[in-house]
Every structure is written in C-alpha cells, then in structure tokens.
C-alpha cells in the first residue's frame, strides 16, 4: 500500500496562497489517480481536488478557481497550489493516490500524517 508525506502548510493571512505538496512511496503514481481531502476542525473530511493518471482535474464547488491540483509523475509527487485563501480554507489537508471508477474517485493509501493550514482573517 502507498504512503505519503504531506508538507507545505502554515499559518497565512487571508488573500494569501500555499502550495501544499505530496510525496508518495511504494509506488509509482503514474497509472494512478490522486486526490487531496481537508478537514476543518470539528467536522468531516471533504474530497477538495483530484486528478487523474491523465491529468484530468476535478474540484469541489467551493474551492473552484483558487485551488489547483498537479502532478509530476518522475518526482512521484502531487501538489496543491491555494490562492486567495480563505479562514474556511483552515483545516488539515490530506494527500491521497487511488483510482476512479466512473467517476467516483477512491484512496488507495495509506491516510498520512496531513499538513495543517491557518487561514488567519
């Protein structure tokens, strides 16, 4: 099973931007799908952006146009580029590769440790 390690996160002002990045072992990601989920404090964890093994992305309502999910397949890394952060943005972001079955997406990974983002107003 795929581990990954989160980093990236911080504490930032509202308007501001961070780009989160995932490194995955134990697999190449390359024929695999990838997502990232976040979980503000006291609620459920939400599927915020994935992206294909085609590079085909897809984001929650929420977060379209400020968020961007990327991949770079020869680092086996994934990333997620925030800008125009928000206070409800704050909350611990997770990294997860999986696969797509129609077009529902499903982590295949181990959960990580996730990185934490303080969106301060």
């Known amino acids: 099973q795929e581990q990954v390690v989160e980093t990236g996160g911080g504490l930032v002002q509202a308007g501001g931007s961070l780009r989160l990045s995932c490194g995955v072992s134990g697999r190449s990601i390359t024929p695999l799908a990838a997502g990232w989920y976040r979980q503000p404090l006291g609620k459920q964890r939400e599927l915020a952006a994935t992206i294909s093994r085609s590079g085909g992305t897809n984001y929650l309502d929420s977060v379209k146009g400020r968020f961007t999910i990327s991949r770079d397949n020869a680092k086996n890394s994934v990333y997620l580029r925030i800008n125009s952060l928000k206070p409800e943005d704050t909350g611990v972001y997770y990294c997860?590769?999986?696969?797509?079955?129609?077009?529902?997406?499903?982590?295949?990974?181990?959960w990580g440790q996730g990185t934490q983002v303080t969106v301060s107003s």
């Open positions: 997860t590769v999986g696969t797509f079955i129609g077009s529902n997406y499903y982590p295949n990974s181990r």
